[in-house]
């Protein structure tokens, strides 16, 4: 098929698809699909979309789809690559005429050349440069214009490449084209200039789209083509020229009306002159020491005197702010404490900002910040009024600064006050002693400056750390402005709550608190919206705050609590709302199970937010961690919140439904909390584990958090729960296994341990289908210790507390291996032997002392002696109750007696190391004691920052009185098993037995069971 008929085809189809008909807009776009991957597909689309007869939407989508070729196919080593012939014709296609008229078309057409120049300039097409020169010289408008938009592009783009070798190509570049870029730049401002002193607004228009788009190409090669642009004459000489400019811009701008095409587009492109010299100081800070000093005096000149009055605006006076930020900031000008071992470029930009920034110049910067650019304006004060809400959700944090005008000022003073702080302390305390006293209501000038002032008081709360004596000033100064409750004195009333929200974590003794907490309850019932709000982000960072005391909050909680809430009621905004929450959860976190007389409304309140906030999942996070800290005051009473509680945590956990996304985290935070408060099952907290399969699936970074849920439920119900779950649980186990880190095997196997911990008979056999795995990793000798470590946690708890599982999985692992069962054995005790000190916890090291213990005493069945056994099992008695399946003699098994008595040295090296662990001296009587034992009348006492225990700790602490590791002494059991022995095989016999054992050993081993 030739290119013509072939064209008619793509042109129908393209047709179709700009259709609003879905039934003719799938098949086209499923033919497209088709082709996109069939040669001279790219050829065609090329001739649709430079074809300007063609329908304007048809040929939109013929560029788009030809952008998306070059992501897919243009690279050599693409799956259906293009050919190298069809890519020289479309890169000559591309380039041969910039006549295109319309200006979204031109501009993909523009990009999608970048992306072509990307890969392949300038080697495959070291043509692009010298045509784009060549066409921005031309004297039509259109081509001019169009070729100035790709020169700009294909700039932008090379300029982003980070390898060294693309850096090389674009320096290169940069120096080849740099003269040519500040002829064009230059030549095109002197004509919009012209035009502008001739009253021609169109023409000066026309000039000044590629003035903006020959600067742009400007900012990139200055910025990114040079490795050492000090050095280069030309690139010096346009930054020093752009201040001129600006001059010449800003006075332009004097004339220009408002809301004009014209004036966005000149302001666009003063604020372009001043991100050339952010970026520049930003990448190039020693390049940028020769402009310093104009930096400074052009922005100090234009935003702090009378200079910039008619001709700024806010975003370029926020420009200028960040560019004095950066220079007082820069850590490149900051010389070492030591000055010697500072370089000499540091110790130059340094004195050039200590013989601008003098006394005279830092005290006017101070007072204009405070006195001008601090006082609420107009804008804001109406807002205050018309959306109070909106009013204090203002944007700030984060990034803000670098966009918005108030909090630009403020991080700029902030940055000035600290690096000049012994200069600028004393201007601010002499603008706090000239607002001594309270302020007259009927003076609106004079309370906005008493806000500014105590807006920099705040501020620089840490630099006036010893300048200020706070409490006093509290007690004299504020306290009395805060009962001032005329309507007009709403601004003071909000500042000096945030400003002592500020200082008292700073400086604010202790025993003020309740003073402010009265203060507190009087402003939460203010008149003001606005004042209440703000009075609720005091209270959070006063309970928030290092030095909080329960014992002083508590008098207050009830009233503090219920204005809360009732402003949570008040405010209609999610953010608001939020806000608030956040607020009533930290109270609820700080005061812990205090809080539970007064939640009754809030947990009526909850079920209809939830319910509203559908639409809102960030507010709903919000509801989660109020229900955290809620489930966390409450403890085992938060029984009565499931009919609510459940429904949630099984929306924000179930991975179908399309919340999740925002849900999940906290989510999983509040199940788990739930769990470890929970009294008992029910059947409605047990089907929601639902849920978990597919989250295991996910293998998120919210695995951890999964495992500990697993584990709650072992915890609180272990027997329903692994026979209504345990098979599936099993299941995804195996697979997580085989497809997961280190430590996610490991957590993986300590569920696998709870399990057999609290349940031996059921956990081993509904993890049946692991323990082969976990037996060969401890034959194979697991190479990471502490997967090692759990292996062997896992097989002591089978072997001590399910000896008859134990036995049969031995046989089976014999038949896999197809060894001897007793050979089998003898490897798994001589590699426990080995890897012993892989195991770091306590606990694992006692259990496996009691585990190889238990192997003992070694016999044939045959020979064993009723009267032997029933001495034999003193020790065992105490595990029956708790171990179902204990046997009284070794395993059960036939095997030979050879097999233990051989490996009798390590099992008895194994014990007496065990015994190093946990016996203790106790010094009354000198005698050594199991500090493993736990009983009922050990009870810990709680210290006042402890948090009380939840009721998944006394779970752990009745499993723990029940578990061998802790209610069996180690010593006890080791003389019992010592003794079996000795009686079975005879004096001479275990005589025999003893002397495999190393002497030192067998020492240590004497003084461990002296008294018995």
Known sequence: MDLNSASTVVLQVLTQATSQDTALLKPAEEQLKQWETQPGFYSVLLNIFTNHDLDVNVRWLAVLYFKNGIDRYWRRVAPHALSEEEKSTLRAGLITNFNEPINQIATQIAVLIAKVARLDCPRQWPELIPILIESVKVQDDLR?????????????TLASKRLAADRKLFSDLASGIYNFACSLWNHHTDTFLHH????????????????????????KLTVNGFVEPHRNMEVMGFLHGIFDRLKQFLECSRNVDTDTVFRDKLEKTIILFTKVLLDFLDQHPFSFTPLIQRSLEFSVSYVFTEVGEGVTF?????????????IVKNYAYKPSK??????????????????????PTLTEICRRLVSHYFLLTEEELTMWEED????????????????????????????????????????????????????????MNALLIKDAVYNAVGLAAFELFDSVDFDQWFKNQLLPELQVTHNRYKPLRRRVIWLIGQWVSVKFKSDLRPMLYEAICNLLQDQDLVVRIETATTLKLTVDDFEFRTDQFLPYLETMFTLLFQLLQQVTECDTKMHVLHVLSCVIERVNMQIRPYVGCLVQYLPLLWKQSEEHNMLRC???TTLIHLVQGLGADSKNLYPFLLPVIQLSTDVSQPPHVYLLEDG??????????????????????????PLLEQSSENLRTCFKIINGYIFLSSTEFLQTYAAGLCQSFCELLSDITTEGQVQVLKVVENALKVNPVLGSQMFQPILPCVFRGIIEGERYPVVMSTYLGVMGRVLLQNTSFFSSLLTVMAHKCNQEMDQLLGNMIEMWVDRMDNITQPERRKLSALALLSLLPSDNRESGKEGERQRKTDVRDTLTGYLPHVPDQGLGLSLQPSVIQDKFCGIINIAVEG????????????????????????EPKATEDEEPPTEQDKRKKMLALKDPVHSVSLQQFTYEKLKAQQELLGEQGFQSLMETVDTEIVTQLQEFLQGF
């Open 388 to 443: 109070p809400e909106g009013f204090t959700v203002e944007e700030t944090g984060g990034d803000s600064w670098k966009y918005s005008l108030r909090p630009c000022t403020e991080v700029l003073f902030i940055d000035i006050f600290h690096e000049y702080n012994q200069t600028l302390t004393p201007v601010l305390l002499e603008m706090m002693q000239r607002l001594q006293g309270p302020t007259n209501v009927e003076d």
């Open 338 to 359: 030591n000055f010697e071992d500072s370089s000499p470029e540091t110790l130059e930009a340094h004195k050039i900002k200590m013989a601008f920034f003098t006394y």
């Open 622 to 624: 919000a509801i989660l």
């Open 144 to 156: 001019q214009h169009r070729a100035l938009l790709t020169f700009y592009h294909v700039t932008k």
């Open 314 to 326: 806010e975003r370029f006076i926020v420009q200028c702010m960040n560019l004095i930020k950066m």
């Open 196 to 219: 502008v002193s001739s009253g021609n607004e169109a023409a000066a228009l026309n000039s000044l789209e590629r003035t903006l788009l020959s600067l742009k190409v400007l900012r």
């Open 915 to 938: 015994l190093h662990d946990v016996m203790t001296e106790d010094p009354e009587t000198g005698t050594h004691k199991d500090c493993m034992l736990m009983s009922h009348l050990e």
């Open 668 to 693: 999983l935070e509040l199940w788990l909390v739930t769990l470890e408060n929970s009294p008992c099952i029910t059947p409605e907290l047990l089907r929601i584990f639902q849920n978990m399969p």
